[in-house]
């Protein structure tokens, strides 16, 4: 059994992957938006006529809000990922839901989103219990490892697409730290599922 269907039946209140029988891919991109890597991200997509889920940082939409624009713009759909990447584990409940709502205003000047991914995967039970009455919390099936630069990018590829199913949830950075592997990466998994006849869509 998948990592993510054992988490699936421990964290049942989580998204790790959605259930279908269909060829669709849901990939999501963590910690922009960033000038060059969230538009290299865009332009990629757009080739394949792929769509995704950005799980932004607040701070990062402040600082760049014209990205965060185009991706709305090129028909993707957002989600909360805290206002400073938070790890929920090391931050107190009251300051971390706090970082939560300020990343959430910052987004719903621009767009209505009801998604939710704890940096690192990492947070305490009082903090899911608040945010999942407003949001869902999205994890993922397939971690890319993009992020780690001593994860040999070949690899990184070849184990991206060995654990990719029907509707997995596909974890990738539009950051500076991934772009070793993401540059490699992204361009062949999308061109690698396209002629395998799967569709990209946002998650809904």
Not at 10 to 35: A, N
Request: contains cysteine; proline residues 4%.
């Amino acid at each position: 059994m998948r990592i993510s269907k054992i988490l699936n039946i421990i964290f049942p209140k989580y998204l790790w992957q959605v259930d279908t029988s269909e060829k669709v891919i849901y990939l999501t991109f963590d910690d922009g938006p960033v000038p060059d890597y969230t538009e290299f991200v865009l332009s990629e997509l757009d080739k394949f006529k792929a769509k995704a889920t950005f799980f932004c940082v607040g701070e990062n939409i402040k600082k760049h809000p014209e990205i965060f624009q185009k991706i709305l713009i090129n028909g993707h759909k957002v989600g909360n990922h805290t206002h400073n990447h938070l790890k929920g584990w090391n931050t107190d409940n009251g300051l971390y839901l706090e970082n939560f709502r300020q990343c959430q205003d910052t987004i719903e000047t621009f767009a209505v989103s009801h998604f939710f991914r704890p940096p690192y995967g990492r947070i305490k039970r009082k903090q899911a219990s608040e945010i999942l009455k407003t949001h869902k919390i999205v994890m993922w099936s397939v971690l890319t490892r993009d992020y780690d630069k001593d994860y040999e990018k070949e690899r990184c590829l070849k184990n991206a697409i060995r654990k990719t199913e029907n509707g997995a949830i596909v974890l990738f950075h539009d950051s500076e730290k991934a772009w070793k592997n993401l540059s490699y990466v992204l361009p062949r998994y999308l061109e690698y599922f396209s002629e395998k006849g799967y569709s990209f869509e946002p998650l809904a």
